[in-house]
Nanobody, 116 residues
């Protein structure tokens, strides 16, 4: 059974940092591309950051310059480094990964709360 498990969420003050991890298990295939999404209460899900198999990255304008997506292929883990966090970054953050067999999986998410 393939699983994506996010970790690293929590409570942080404005201006603080968090590093989210998304670890894949249960698949013999490696990750091709991966994304981080977030959904705040009462809002639609938003694509935050993406990384391709070649390491190219894209970011939502709202996080550009503050968030960094990266990957460790050997560990089948994708990261989201979040710096200079703002109140409006509060959301459930989920990862999604497209494996090399063409199947996409989703994690259940981790809650990030930015509050003073």
């Amino acid at each position: 059974q393939v699983q994506l498990v996010e970790s690293g969420g929590g409570l942080v003050q404005p201006g603080g940092s968090l590093r989210l991890s998304c670890a894949a298990s249960g698949s013999i295939f490696s990750i091709n591309a991966a994304d981080w999404y977030r959904q705040a209460p009462g809002k639609e899900r938003e694509l935050v950051a993406s990384i391709t198999s070649g390491g190219s990255t894209n970011y939502a304008d709202s996080v550009k310059g503050r968030f960094t997506i990266s990957r460790d292929n050997a560990k089948r883990t994708v990261f989201l480094q979040m710096n200079s966090l703002k109140l409006e970054d509060t959301a459930v953050y989920s990862c999604s990964a497209l494996f090399r067999n063409g199947v996409r999986y989703w994690g259940k998410g981790t809650l990030v709360t930015v509050s003073s």
